[in-house]
Nanobody, 113 residues
Framework: QVQLVESGGGLVQAGGSLRLSCAAS????????MYWYRQAPGKEREFVAT????????TYANSVKGRFTISRDNTKNTVYLQMNSLKPEDTAKYYC??????WGQGTQVTVSS
């Protein structure tokens, strides 16, 4: 089992920045590729970014490429999502995922115009 706890969400104006964190406990964090997803009201959950177990490979959704950066610190069992140049359409609940099965409870991000 892996337990995931997201933090860092909040209300920000368009153009602003936030840094989300996802702290993991349980099984060895460095064994897992990590993901960020988001879900806006009335919409399906969508992929945002992923980072492989070592941090050497990252992939982003086109909608966030160039604005968001995923990173991880395996010594702290934590994955991050740095979000810059935020837009109102980035408003959603953001979830982290470990491997294929483990999800956190999410953290709300609201971007005002």
């Amino acid at each position: 089992q892996v337990q995931l706890v997201e933090s860092g969400g909040g209300l920000v104006q368009a153009g602003g920045s936030l840094r989300l964190s996802c702290a993991a406990s349980g099984r060895t964090f460095s064994n897992y590729d990590m993901y960020w997803y988001r879900q806006a009201p009335g919409k399906e959950r969508e992929f945002v970014a992923t980072i492989n177990w070592s941090g050497g490979s990252t992939t982003y959704a086109n909608s966030v490429k160039g604005r968001f950066t995923i990173s991880r610190d395996n010594t702290k069992n934590t994955v991050y999502l740095q979000m810059n140049s935020l837009k109102p359409e980035d408003t959603a609940k953001y979830y982290c995922k470990a491997g294929f099965a483990y999800w956190g409870q999410g953290t709300q991000v609201t971007v005002s115009s």
